[in-house]
């Protein structure tokens, strides 16, 4: 069987309207059952599958406790957004060694690095990520698929997807085509499956149809085993924050899962805050007798076309009525609406694990240095453990991308390694350090060649060349 037929990525066509993932969920298990695969049913409880949508909707600025009229802060796209950026800021990684192989799967490698800030904030903001490479066009491509676009079957005692089901969908006039596409590890290798199916209502999948009715999906096999396979030939990331919406759950969860009730609070003071400053907009409260009435346009006609400055309004004549022509400048309380607001940012930062000051007034509220270092050692902690899973996905996604090399005998075998170098920057304040690190050397503790060392990138030997026998060393 040529393997290059047994995966497919996304075709880039139009989707239109994705169909929810508690819906995509129930028709996958009963596909799964019809099919008699020997495959469980997808391994999300309802509780993991309500969670995904809201954060799907929380992400795109969705959320359901926004009414009509209302907007998003945009808070959760920040929050995956900020971390996104802490965890790849300074990422530098490559595949090294001296084989064609090496090179090769490098420069596909580099190619996935290019795009990563991008897909780890999809995968932050919606709790766990699928890198799943796949033959195209004479080479490896990658795609990305977020939690709400995979659907894990099994998962073995350490956490690895050993089923799992991907779908692709796109809308054609008023029909709706979806790819299924099942992974399944067997002592033998990774079996693939390829279902097609046709619907007009997005409700369902629809009826089977063959693969060859879709262009771009003619040329896949229906089945196929990759052989050799000892593992799914994907590198999956998740958050690496305990699950507390279902502890059962080998998933991960949105980095902005914890601070959802607090999102909701701040969305609402957001919305107040804008609502002051329309309310209490200045206007001249003006009485409609004093107004040209155009009767061509059945309108009244404002001074000078100023209708947004101008409310007209019935008054009476008399003494002591209220004149023709008022003023309307009431006082605005922003400051309080605000400092509201700004608690709540804060409240999203300490459940987000993101230093005080990411998203909030840090102004607003007196810190000690101390409160500040501890502020800035959880985001620390949180960035350096989502850059530890990382990690582990992005080796997954090398070793399935030799799999795949290997595969379509696309260059021949050779050795290669792997080097990660993660910046912490985020926590070290670099002239701070220097400064200490000066004085260090002025008292005795540390060598002058070390300071070089450490500061000018030499190695020992050219450190120790550069300093002078005597102790007095221009820093």
Not at 283 to 289: E, L, M, N, V
Request: glycine share 6%; net charge negative.
């Amino acid at each position: 069987m040529d393997l290059k037929g047994t995966l497919a990525g996304s075709s880039g066509t139009n989707r239109g309207e994705k169909m929810k993932y508690s819906k995509m969920v129930e028709c996958l298990n009963k596909l799964v059952a019809e099919k008699s695969l020997k495959l469980d049913g997808i391994n999300v409880s309802p509780i993991m599958q309500n969670a995904i949508e809201l954060w799907d909707l929380m992400y795109s600025n969705r959320a359901p406790w926004l009414s009509k009229g209302q907007e998003s802060a945009g808070i959760p796209a920040s929050v995956a957004s900020e971390i996104a950026r802490l965890v790849t800021l300074e990422l530098k990684s490559e595949v090294t060694g001296e084989s064609d192989r090496a090179k090769y799967i490098n420069t596909i490698y580099q190619n996935v690095l290019t795009d990563l800030r991008k897909q780890v904030e999809y995968g932050c903001a919606k709790g766990s990520m699928v890198f799943k490479p796949y033959p195209s066009n004479g080479t490896i491509a990658v795609q990305y698929n977020a939690a709400d676009s995979f659907y894990p079957i099994t998962f073995d005692s350490n956490g690895n997807i050993t089923q799992c089901a991907f779908t692709e969908q796109f809308t054609r006039g008023k029909e709706i085509y979806t790819r299924v596409e099942l992974h399944s590890l067997t002592n033998m290798g990774v079996q693939v499956y390829n279902f097609a199916y046709l619907s007009k209502t997005g409700a369902n999948l629809g009826s089977p149809v063959s693969l060859k009715t879709v262009k771009q999906w003619e040329d896949i096999e229906p089945q196929g085993l990759l052989e050799g396979a000892d593992k799914l030939t994907i590198g999956f990331f998740k958050v690496p924050v305990a699950n507390n919406i279902d502890a059962d759950s080998p998933l991960g969860v949105s980095v902005f899962s914890r601070s959802a009730r607090h999102i909701k609070v701040a969305d609402k003071r957001y919305n107040q805050i804008d609502w002051e400053y329309d309310s209490k907009e200045a206007a001249i409260h003006i009485a409609t007798s004093l107004l040209k009435y155009n009767k061509d346009q059945d309108k009244f006609e404002y001074p000078g076309g100023r209708e947004r400055l101008y409310r007209n309004m019935e008054y009476n004549t008399g003494a002591n009525d209220k004149p023709l022509i008022e003023p309307y400048s009431p006082d605005i309380r922003d400051e309080s609406y605000y400092h509201g607001y700004n608690q709540q940012l804060r409240k999203i930062e300490f459940d987000s694990g993101l230093a005080y000051g990411t998203l909030s007034d840090i102004q607003e509220v007196e810190k000690t240095a101390e409160e500040i270092k501890a502020s800035k050692q959880r985001s620390y902690a949180t960035v350096s453990d989502i850059q530890q899973a990382l990690q582990r996905a992005l080796i997954d996604l090398i070793k399935a991308i030799d799999f795949w090399v290997s595969a379509e005998n696309l260059v021949p075998a050779g050795s290669y390694e792997t080097t990660f170098d993660w910046d912490d920057s985020i926590i070290t304040d670099n002239a701070l350090e220097r400064e200490q690190d000066r004085k260090d050397v002025a008292m005795g503790v540390m060598p002058h060649w070390e300071y070089r060392m450490k500061w000018y990138g030499e190695t020992e030997e050219q450190a120790k060349k550069m300093i002078p026998d005597r102790a007095e060393v221009d820093l």
